[in-house]
């Protein structure tokens, strides 16, 4: 099992900037990959980017293409989303995930608040 904490969420003004960390312990040698979701108030958790480990191959979906940018640290063990020219819809529980294989399910964080104001 994996235990995934996330920190970097705030409060941010409409067109900020913010990066988001993930730090994985425990099995990490197991992680196929490693992703990042966000759930707003009353929508379902979506998915927003991921990274396979081991290849650094990046998965984007339409929600984060051209604003946020997932990577990562092998060194500190550590998964990042940076977010930019953020939007007061952006503002959600932001989620950190991983999974053991392609097919296997996502393990998740405990989430970080993020909220843009306008």
């Known amino acids: 099992q994996v235990q995934l904490v996330e920190s970097g969420g705030g409060l941010v003004q409409a067109g900020g900037s913010l990066r988001l960390s993930c730090s994985p312990s425990g099995r990490t040698s197991s992680m196929y990959s490693v992703g990042w979701f966000r759930q707003a108030p009353g929508k379902e958790r979506v998915l927003l980017a991921r990274i396979t480990y081991s290849t650094g191959f990046t998965y984007y979906t339409d929600s984060a293409k051209g604003r946020f940018t997932i990577s990562r640290d092998n060194a500190k063990n550590t998964v990042y989303l940076d977010m930019n020219n953020l939007k007061p819809e952006d503002t959600a529980v932001y989620y950190c995930?991983?999974?053991?294989?392609?097919?296997?399910?996502?393990?998740y964080g405990q989430g970080t608040q993020v909220t843009v104001s306008s």
């Open positions: 995930a991983a999974r053991a294989t392609a097919i296997s399910p996502w393990e």
